[in-house]
């Protein structure tokens, strides 16, 4: 069965911190790993990742993968009170008749106190 | 303004009556998908749909139907609603299913 973990589930830290979101993923078929951010209503894109050990970064985001262990990580730098919210992992894979599915962690809880 | 509408935002209604979740998109996108999301298990796909007049199960699919009858409009059904329905529903899209999604606002169904 396909599995998405997230650690922790739940963070506090303070305003300026540096926080590192981690995901572990086991899935067949695996095509990419994706990362959202929800506030209050709905997931907001972050990154797509599909190749190893390749950066991407967005202002002060920015996320790795290793296909090798089947994790990634999601680093915030300088955190803000508005970097607070619900930050998914969800991994991309195919199904047998070849369409897509995500499946997603349960999810970080990430709070910033100033 | 790019999105992806749902409506209702809430409704809180009673076993066995028929309720349908509308969803629509502005962006011509071919991929469109139905997500419930429940504390400790995130989110889980109902039913997607490839393009238009195509639409297939995902991974918890039994209570709920679906229709694509056009492009941007992808309702989702619940003909008889169990209280075990309760849950906060998304609606997603993107141009093809191997993109990032676009997620609705959502909608929170109570069934009593």
């Known amino acids: 069965e396909d599995k998405v973990v997230q650690s922790p589930l739940s963070l506090v830290v303070h305003e300026g911190d540096t926080v590192t979101l981690n995901c572990s993923y086991e899935?067949?078929?695996?095509?990419?790993l994706l990362w959202y951010k929800q506030e209050k209503k709905a997931p907001t894109f972050l990154f797509m990742l599909t190749s190893s050990g390749i950066e991407k970064k967005s202002g002060r985001l920015s996320s790795i993968l290793d296909k090798k262990e089947l994790f990634s990580i999601l680093n915030i730098t300088a955190t803000q009170t508005g970097d607070s919210a619900v930050y998914l992992c969800a991994v991309e894979a195919l199904r047998d008749q070849g369409a897509q599915k995500l499946v997603f962690g349960q999810g970080t809880r990430l709070t910033i106190n100033p | 303004e790019a999105q992806v509408t749902q409506n209702p935002r809430y409704l809180i209604t009673v076993t066995g009556k028929k309720l349908t979740v509308t969803c629509s998109q502005n962006?011509?996108?071919?991929?469109m998908s139905w997500y419930r999301q429940d504390p400790g298990l995130g989110l889980r796909q109902i039913y997607y749909?490839?393009?238009?007049?195509?639409?297939d199960k995902g991974d918890v699919p039994e209570g709920y139907k679906v229709s694509r009858k056009e492009k941007r409009n992808f309702p989702l059904i619940l003909e008889s609603p169990s209280p075990n329905q309760t849950s906060l529903y998304f609606c997603?899209?993107?141009?093809?299913?191997?993109?990032?999604?676009?997620f609705g606002d959502g909608t929170r169904l109570s069934i009593l």
């Open positions: 997603a899209s993107s141009w093809t299913f191997d993109q990032p999604q676009h």
């Open positions: 749909s490839m393009n238009v007049e195509v639409t």
């Open positions: 899935v067949t078929n695996f095509r990419s």
């Open positions: 962006m011509n996108h071919e991929y």
